[in-house]
């Protein structure tokens, strides 16, 4: 089932689980891991990267039909091999008969947005994102209701088919709030028994989750990211001028943070830490007194002057080892670590252990056609 055109969902058997993620590592794709509370039993995600589109293509790859968010509560259909019976050729892959897809579209819709959510979510008279409504479109004008009555009779018996037709009536555009609601209560009160053990969520509990999300990212002003599975990756540029790498560097990180937890570390100017900061105010207030006419506390480029102090490179000198630390520890964590700044004698004199994230280097590399950062980029995602 065709998500967008840069994400594929794919429901395959448990018994192909392994044949499957050897096809898409050899594509060079890889496996994501998304953070705890996002993980959603029996999906797994896959990764590639498409140089001449410049996007990440992303595969969902379900051996179980696990519906719903883990904040509006997860609800498992057990329609896997009804799906893959019922399916016929597609230009790519075996799709789907029309009846199945509306069903679980339906029924995924109002479970992920139903009740107060699928209220509080719509965008511009419709429940849905723009793109989940041309879906619904779509696949509402390709049905048969006698089939849909089939399907229901047969393998989901809970949801009898006038409260299925509510539910699919609370998605079109111009529906009742109070419908809404009561379509997406109804809803999850007949299918209560499909959701999973820990799952289930109360009506007043899911719209909370989504408040204090919502906080997080306010506070945090930052969204938990996957991150690749196995380790992460120590990032930094080499040749050319150092302004250039830093550019090229910059959009790598923004290229990467898109998807993945990313991290910035800088070596060649680190932060200061307290104890540099002290010895700075200490040493401005002594150069002071020395030349009083030079002003208090100097600016940070000023700080440079204060450098031939022998304390104070030593201070610098642990304030670069303990970002060099950091950086060791986020990219053991797995996440993709880059570097500015790098020293090439780094690797082998501030650490004495070999490293168990990837180490890679980016060439400042020109392409034919003057694009360089599209080269770096498959650079990058070849060597992770």
């Given amino acids: 089932m065709q998500r967008g055109e840069k994400d594929l969902d794919l429901l395959v058997l448990d018994t192909e689980i392994g044949r499957l993620a050897a096809?898409?590592?050899?594509?060079?794709?890889?496996?994501?891991?998304?953070?705890?509370?996002?993980r959603i039993p029996g999906a797994t995600d896959y990764y590639g990267y498409d140089e001449a589109a410049d996007v990440f293509v992303h595969v969902h790859a379900y051996d179980?039909?696990?519906?719903?968010?883990?904040?509006?509560?997860?609800?498992?259909?057990?329609?896997e091999q009804a799906l893959l019976d019922g399916s016929t050729p597609g230009a790519m892959f075996p799709v789907?008969?029309?009846?199945?897809?509306?069903?679980?579209?339906?029924?995924?819709?109002?479970?992920?947005?139903?009740?107060?959510?699928?209220?509080?979510?719509?965008?511009?008279?419709?429940?849905?994102?723009?793109?989940?409504?041309?879906?619904?479109?779509?696949?509402?004008?390709?049905?048969?209701?006698?089939?849909?009555?089939?399907?229901?009779?047969?393998?989901l018996p809970a949801l009898p088919l006038d409260l299925f037709e509510c539910a699919a009536a609370s998605l079109e555009p111009g529906c009742p709030t109070w419908e809404r609601i009561r379509a997406?209560?109804?809803?999850?009160?007949?299918?209560?028994?499909?959701?999973?053990?820990?799952?289930?969520?109360s009506g007043w509990v899911r719209p909370a989750r989504r408040a204090a999300r919502a906080v997080r990212r306010r506070l945090f002003s930052r969204?938990?990211?996957?991150?690749?599975?196995?380790?992460?990756?120590?990032?930094?540029?080499?040749?050319?001028?150092?302004?250039?790498?830093?550019?090229?560097?910059?959009?790598?990180h923004r290229w990467l943070e898109a998807e993945f937890e990313t991290a910035w570390v800088t070596l060649r100017?680190?932060?200061?830490?307290?104890?540099?900061?002290?010895?700075?105010?200490?040493?401005?207030?002594?150069?002071?007194?020395?030349?009083?006419?030079?002003?208090?506390?100097?600016?940070?480029?000023?700080?440079?002057?204060?450098?031939?102090?022998?304390?104070?490179?030593?201070?610098?000198?642990?304030?670069?080892?303990?970002?060099?630390?950091?950086?060791?520890?986020?990219?053991?964590?797995g996440v993709l670590v880059l570097c500015e700044g790098l020293?090439?004698?780094?690797?082998?004199?501030?650490?004495?252990?070999?490293?168990?994230p990837a180490r890679v280097l980016v060439p400042m590399g020109e392409r034919p056609e003057g694009g360089r950062g599209s080269t770096a980029k498959s650079f990058v995602w070849n060597r992770l």
Avoid at 273 to 292: D, Q
Avoid at 343 to 356: D, I, K, N, V, Y
Wanted: with cysteine.
């Fill in 269 to 333: 100017r680190p932060p200061l830490s307290w104890t540099s900061r002290i010895l700075g105010l200490v040493l401005a207030r002594a150069r002071t007194r020395r030349n009083p006419g030079a002003g208090g506390f100097p600016a940070r480029r000023g700080m440079a002057g204060l450098s031939r102090p022998r304390l104070w490179k030593l201070c610098r000198a642990r304030d670069r080892k303990r970002a060099w630390r950091k950086a060791q520890r986020f990219a053991a964590e």
């Fill in 23 to 38: 096809v898409l590592e050899g594509l060079r794709f890889k496996r994501a891991v998304p953070p705890a509370r996002d």
């Fill in 223 to 252: 969204v938990p990211r996957k991150k690749l599975a196995g380790r992460g990756a120590l990032i930094d540029v080499i040749e050319g001028p150092a302004a250039a790498r830093r550019l090229l560097l910059e959009e790598l």
């Fill in 184 to 201: 997406g209560w109804r809803l999850r009160r007949a299918l209560v028994s499909y959701a999973p053990p820990g799952s289930r969520a």
């Fill in 343 to 356: 020293p090439q004698a780094a690797h082998q004199s501030m650490t004495s252990e070999p490293l168990r």
């Fill in 64 to 79: 179980r039909l696990v519906l719903g968010s883990p904040v509006a509560g997860l609800l498992h259909l057990p329609l």
């Fill in 96 to 155: 789907p008969s029309p009846e199945c897809e509306w069903v679980v579209f339906v029924v995924h819709m109002v479970f992920r947005f139903g009740g107060w959510e699928l209220v509080l979510g719509q965008r511009s008279g419709s429940p849905l994102p723009a793109r989940r409504e041309r879906e619904r479109v779509s696949l509402r004008g390709r049905t048969d209701p006698t089939l849909i009555r089939q399907f229901l009779e047969e393998h």
